[in-house]
T-cell receptor, first 112, second 111 residues
Framework: DSGVTQTPKHLITATGQRVTLRCSPR?????VYWYQQSLDQGLQFLIQ???????AKGNILERFSAQQFPDLHSELNLSSLELGDSALYFC???????????FGNGTRLTVT | DAKTTQPPSMDCAEGRAANLPCNHS???????VYWYRQIHSQGPQYIIH???NNETNEMASLIITEDRKSSTLILPHATLRDTAVYYC????????????FGTGTRLQVFP
């Protein structure tokens, strides 16, 4: 158990809908990272937050947004969903700069 | 883009050492080498990391060449549960410390 909790584990929704994925980092970890893993793309970095502020952006679509709250949990919002958004979404956390990331077990999103 | 090159797949007999190579010829002096693995569709699991010295922990050993252009992850006594995709990552340290994953090596441990 990595200590990173992601909810829900599975999510099935229709095209055009909006969903929110939640991540609780390990206790004391200030950084949160979001990754997307689809069959044909591998693990893609989406966005990083550090202590509530956005630190880095990767290949995150404009339809996607994220935030980190004062209690350090993070949410990833996906809107106007398309079939191609079906993927595993992983959250990771780390306590400080350049320390190992620890990943949750992901949310599997299926868009029908 | 990932800065590493790994073989797409490898086999290893159970109980034998698994040696997974990684090339990172463009690595900068302050960039670390990290290894992760992913079993089925679980979240990637941290294994080990290093800068220039060899490192060992309870899971594995990391051997980094003197010129730092390549490294080898060693699982000393592979078990069936070590079957996974192994990722070698050169970690960005300027501005952000995100991890950029490549395609990894699929290690199959057989009985």
């Amino acid at each position: 158990d990595s200590g990173v909790t992601q909810t829900p584990k599975h999510l099935i929704t229709a095209t055009g809908q909006r969903v929110t994925l939640r991540c609780s980092p390990r206790s004391g970890d200030l950084s949160v990272y979001w990754y997307q893993q689809s069959l044909d793309q591998g693990l893609q970095f989406l966005i990083q937050y550090y202590n509530g502020e956005e630190r880095a952006k990767g290949n995150i679509l404009e339809r996607f947004s994220a935030q980190q709250f004062p209690d350090l949990h993070s949410e990833l919002n996906l809107s106007s969903l398309e079939l191609g958004d079906s993927a595993l979404y992983f959250c990771a956390s780390s306590p400080r700069y350049n320390s190992p990331l620890h990943f949750g077990n992901g949310t599997r999103l299926t868009v029908t | 883009d990932a800065k590493t090159t790994q073989p797409p797949s490898m086999d290893c007999a159970e109980g034998r050492a698994a040696n997974l190579p990684c090339n990172h010829s463009t690595i900068s002096g302050n960039e670390y080498v990290y290894w992760y693995r992913q079993i089925h569709s679980q979240g990637p699991q941290y294994i080990i990391h290093g800068l220039k010295n060899n490192e060992t922990n309870e899971m594995a050993s990391l051997i980094i060449t003197e010129d730092r252009k390549s490294s080898t992850l060693i699982l000393p006594h592979a078990t069936l549960r070590d079957t996974a995709v192994y990722y070698c990552i050169v970690r960005v340290v300027v501005g952000t410390d995100k991890l950029i994953f490549g395609t990894g090596t699929r290690l199959q441990v057989f009985p």
